[in-house]
Nanobody
Framework: VQLQASGGGLVQAGDSLRLSCAASGRPLSTYIMGWFRQAPGKERKFVAGITWSGARTSYADSVKGRFTISRDNAENTVYLQMNSLKPEDTAVYYC?????????????????WGQGTLVTVSS
């Protein structure tokens, strides 16, 4: 499966952005999906994950209540709605996928990765 992330950009603190991750090659409907981010000079970290049905989600504490992950299996796309953005949310955001049982927070659990989209939040 090939993943293409998009939707990043330069915004001000408090603004919102919606990232999209479009898949091709295989239907996403049987894949756990995750969003990760990597700030400059830091390791890649889990942001949010969603089960194949969308019934369960998981979030990093730093984004809980501000970010929402969702998916549209008919459109083969996963979204990350980001509200109340903060300068510390600045990072390259990656979507990831794998056929695993549960949402995983470790990047090693994901076999497929998008190319990343840059989100910059100014203060």
């Amino acid at each position: 499966v090939q993943l293409q992330a998009s939707g990043g950009g330069l915004v001000q603190a408090g603004d919102s952005l919606r990232l999209s991750c479009a898949a091709s090659g295989r239907p996403l409907s049987t894949y756990i999906m995750g969003w990760f981010r990597q700030a400059p000079g830091k390791e890649r970290k889990f942001v949010a994950g969603i089960t194949w049905s969308g019934a369960r989600t998981s979030y990093a504490d730093s984004v809980k209540g501000r970010f929402t992950i969702s998916r549209d299996n008919a459109e083969n796309t996963v979204y990350l709605q980001m509200n109340s953005l903060k300068p510390e949310d600045t990072a390259v955001y990656y979507c990831a996928a794998n056929r695993i049982e549960n949402i995983a927070r470790s990047q090693t659990e994901y076999a497929y990765w998008g190319q990343g989209t840059l989100v910059t939040v100014s203060s």
